[in-house]
């Protein structure tokens, strides 16, 4: 599940020489994971969630996040993403989410998660189902993506709209050959980078230059 997802990267990043913090919003004891957690060189927290819409949970999380000088917040299910998000935002961390699965919410719950995913920098569906799952519930805006890269300032973003379904078909113009595109992250709005019917891929923003590979 989305549990170990979380704990494969919590290894991941140890090894790779960062801190890892595991909050958990579960009252204590937290389970077998968090000795898992632990074994990985992670630190668990705990910051139990109260009953219903915990108001306090928010400050509370955003006030740990600054006295520990967290940089990234992930955030790997509904519950942490409508409260890990905005607490991550006011903490000025990097806020990412990974959608695992479906999520059919309705009522107050999705009201509360279409609102903590505008908080997220980056929000990462694991397949297109959940993709298009999370476009159909006004989680993320319309605007998608496969691979990309962010401009220096960070307010633009250059993507590749689709994955080739064969990347050394050279010379190919059918319907995949879709031009990389800049993305405003304000307001949306998309500008295509010129092109001749060519297949280019996997764009990187270097400065004030776009490089990508091109037939």
Same mark, same amino acid.
């Given at each position: 599940?989305?549990?170990? /997802?979380? @704990?494969?990267?919590?290894?991941?990043?140890?090894?790779?020489?960062?801190?890892?913090?595991?909050?958990?919003?579960? =009252?204590?004891?937290?389970? =077998?994971?968090?000795?898992?957690?632990?074994?990985?060189?992670?630190?668990?927290?705990?910051?139990?969630?109260?009953?219903? /819409?915990?108001?306090?949970?928010?400050?509370?999380?955003?006030?740990?996040?600054?006295?520990?000088?967290?940089?990234?917040?992930?955030?790997?299910?509904?519950?942490?993403?409508?409260?890990?998000?905005?607490?991550?935002?006011?903490?000025?961390?990097?806020?990412?989410?990974?959608?695992?699965?479906?999520?059919?919410?309705?009522?107050?719950?999705?009201?509360?998660?279409?609102?903590?995913?505008?908080?997220?920098?980056?929000?990462?569906?694991?397949?297109?189902?959940?993709?298009?799952?999370?476009?159909?519930?006004?989680? /993320?805006?319309?605007?998608?993506?496969?691979?990309?890269?962010?401009?220096?300032?960070?307010?633009?973003?250059?993507?590749?709209?689709?994955?080739?379904?064969? /990347?050394?078909?050279?010379?190919?113009?059918?319907?995949?050959?879709?031009?990389?595109?800049? @993305?405003?992250?304000?307001?949306?709005?998309?500008?295509?980078?010129?092109?001749?019917?060519?297949?280019?891929?996997?764009?990187?923003?270097?400065?004030?230059?776009?490089?990508? @590979?091109?037939?």
């Amino acid at each position: 599940g989305q549990e170990r /997802v979380a @704990l494969d990267l919590a290894r991941a990043q140890k090894r790779a020489g960062h801190d890892v913090l595991a909050f958990s919003l579960a =009252p204590e004891p937290h389970g =077998p994971l968090a000795d898992e957690f632990r074994a990985a060189g992670a630190r668990v927290v705990s910051a139990p969630k109260g009953r219903g /819409v915990d108001v306090g949970l928010v400050p509370q999380l955003a006030a740990t996040f600054l006295l520990e000088r967290v940089e990234v917040v992930h955030t790997h299910n509904p519950q942490p993403l409508i409260y890990g998000a905005p607490a991550g935002r006011i903490a000025r961390c990097a806020v990412v989410h990974t959608k695992h699965g479906i999520n059919p919410d309705t009522g107050r719950k999705l009201m509360l998660r279409r609102a903590a995913a505008r908080f997220a920098h980056v929000y990462v569906a694991v397949s297109q189902l959940t993709a298009d799952a999370s476009r159909a519930a006004h989680e /993320v805006p319309e605007a998608m993506a496969f691979r990309g890269s962010f401009s220096a300032d960070g307010a633009r973003l250059v993507v590749d709209r689709v994955d080739r379904w064969d /990347v050394e078909f050279r010379n190919y113009r059918g319907g995949q050959n879709t031009p990389l595109t800049i @993305l405003d992250r304000k307001t949306l709005d998309e500008t295509r980078l010129p092109n001749d019917r060519t297949t280019d891929t996997w764009p990187v923003w270097l400065g004030c230059k776009i490089f990508f @590979l091109s037939d």
